[in-house]
């Protein structure tokens, strides 16, 4: 859903989005498949093979199929400059739900993100642009991206991300 209002020379957008995603991760070892009692119960730096294979497995994305569903919401204000330069500035808020997510108790589950996007456009025609962007994101790119979270990689998203690029965007007719 976009809702758009104009003001002046300014350009408003509000921005709204339903998004479920399913995510199945296929792994799999022999090392996970030993079952020799012997094997399992052999001591390597004060933990038994079994446990450390356990905490391996606890560590790794679920072989279960999980569902992420987000809400988000978005508001753009863009203003051109002169002709050819638009400047863009935008702060996203996700909120995420997940079902049948087994967590890793040892990371923190992260259920929501909020990024802020700063862009120059400069278009010298009307079928190419080109950006400089610049993002922030709260966590990582929770929300944005389903696939890069499960319990391997959770711990990663407790920490800000933020990075910056350039592009070119060629329009056909």
């Known amino acids: 859903l976009n809702l758009t209002r104009k003001l002046s020379s300014w350009k408003f957008v509000h921005y709204f989005e339903l998004r479920e995603s399913e995510i199945e991760v296929t792994f799999d070892s022999p090392l996970f498949k030993l079952t020799d009692s012997f094997v399992l119960g052999t001591s ?3 933990q038994t093979v079994g446990a450390i294979i356990n905490g391996l497995k606890s560590e790794l994305p679920q072989s279960t199929p999980w569902k992420e569903r987000s ?19 935008k702060i996203r808020g996700i909120k995420i739900f997940r079902s049948n997510y087994q967590t890793n108790s040892s990371n923190r589950n992260i259920d929501g993100n909020l990024s802020l996007d700063l862009s120059l ?11 400089v962007r610049a993002e922030a994101f709260q966590h990582y790119v929770a929300g944005f991206e389903p696939l890069a979270y499960n319990r391997r990689t959770a711990r990663l998203f407790e920490q800000p991300y933020g990075q910056i690029s350039i592009g070119v965007v060629l329009v056909t007719p």
């Open 121 to 131: 456009w400069y278009s010298p025609t009307r079928t190419l642009s080109a950006y």
């Open 44 to 46: 390597f730096q004060g």
């Open 71 to 89: 809400i988000t919401y978005e508001f753009s204000a863009l203003r051109p400059f002169g002709q050819k330069w638009m400047g863009v500035a």
